[in-house]
């Protein structure tokens, strides 16, 4: 079966850092996904991790720790804009499993 | 390219009725994926495809059908809607990474615009 757990909220100010943790276990591993989505809309992708470490785009950087089955995906210099479900996603062969999503509000 | 497109956008059905929720994509890949999204809850697999003529089910088939009988399209049917089924509908698809390639270029899925069915 697939478990993967992650926050359901968080609050931050603009300009700040905000770090959402993903948990997961899984019957299978082949990479750990970073989604955003806003309010009614389709989900877009931000980031991929498959080996252990750091990957850094922008404001964005993501982690992971297979060994932990642990990922965080980090929010640096937090804008207005950035307010919207953060979604964590396994990926298992071609197949994503999604946790429920963290939703983010950016308050200036 | 236009991408994944999903039509309708909206729709209400009336439990026994059915619909089929049209996806399409310009982007020649191989798999299509269709998901739901309930309220405060994550993306659930309904059904799969890793090519024309191919189709398997994921976590939630049950109440729905897919076929794929070309590349770019992948209907999702339901044939007796029951208010169970009220949610967002995503349609997303994504490439093989080519032989050798693997893991280190992301084969991300791309998504749709989605489309808001209620059954009343």
């Known amino acids: 079966g697939q478990n993967i757990d992650q926050p359901t909220e968080m609050t931050a100010t603009e300009g700040a850092i905000v770090q959402i943790n993903c948990t997961y276990q899984?019957?299978?591993?082949?990479?750990l996904f970073w989604y955003q989505q806003h309010a009614g809309e389709a989900p877009t992708f931000l980031s991929y991790?498959?080996?252990?470490g750091l990957e850094e785009k922008g404001r964005f950087s993501s982690f992971l720790s297979r060994s932990k089955g642990y990922s965080y995906l980090l929010l640096k210099e937090l804008q207005m804009k950035d307010s919207a479900s953060y979604l964590c996603?396994?990926?298992?062969?071609?197949?994503?499993?999604f946790g429920a999503g963290t939703t983010v509000t950016v308050r200036a | 390219n236009a991408g994944v497109t999903q039509t309708p956008k909206f729709r209400i059905l009336k439990i026994g009725q059915s619909m089929t929720l049209q996806c399409t994509q310009d982007?020649?890949?191989?798999?299509m994926y269709w998901y739901r999204q309930d309220p405060g809850m994550g993306l659930k697999l309904i059904y799969y495809?890793?090519?024309?003529?191919?189709?398997d089910k994921g976590e939630v088939p049950n109440g729905y059908n897919v076929s794929r009988s070309t590349t770019e399209d992948f209907p999702l049917r339901l044939e007796l809607a029951a208010p169970s089924q009220t949610s967002v509908y995503f349609c997303?698809?994504?490439?093989?990474?080519?032989?050798?390639?693997?893991?280190?270029?992301?084969?991300?899925?791309?998504f749709g615009p989605g489309t808001r069915l209620t059954v009343l």
């Open positions: 997303a698809s994504s490439q093989a990474p080519p032989p050798g390639q693997g893991i280190l270029d992301p084969p991300g899925q791309f």
């Open positions: 899984t019957s299978g591993f082949n990479g």
């Open positions: 991790n498959v080996l252990d």
């Open positions: 996603a396994v990926k298992n062969d071609y197949k994503l499993s």
């Open positions: 982007m020649n890949h191989n798999y």
């Open positions: 495809s890793v090519g024309a003529g191919i189709t």
